[in-house]
């Protein structure tokens, strides 16, 4: 419980505030959460973590578009395949 709130954590309506990179951190694109990976949002990490997952989307479309199938994209890369089916849905 809670102190003083009298209600336990896993009923109390919590906000979905997302951070600087996403506005909503449950329709968040991004596999891993930026404020918890570390710690804090700073926007240098923030512009090197974009631009990584930027450049990592890109070459995963290209793979697709070379003939790679999702399972192998995945593999490569040390994703999920749903996550694989994300990126390529996301242009």
Known sequence: MLQGEGIAPSYKDYPDRGCRLHPHCLTCPFPTCLIE???TAM??????Y???K???NE????CRQDGLKPAE???????SR????????IQ
């Open 59 to 62: 070459a995963i479309r290209a």
């Open 73 to 79: 994209i995945a593999t490569t890369y040390g994703i």
């Open 37 to 39: 990976e570390l710690g």
């Open 50 to 52: 974009v631009e990584y």
């Open 54 to 56: 930027r450049e990592r």
């Open 43 to 48: 926007s240098h990490y923030e512009r090197r």
């Open 82 to 89: 749903t996550r694989v089916y994300q990126i390529l849905k």
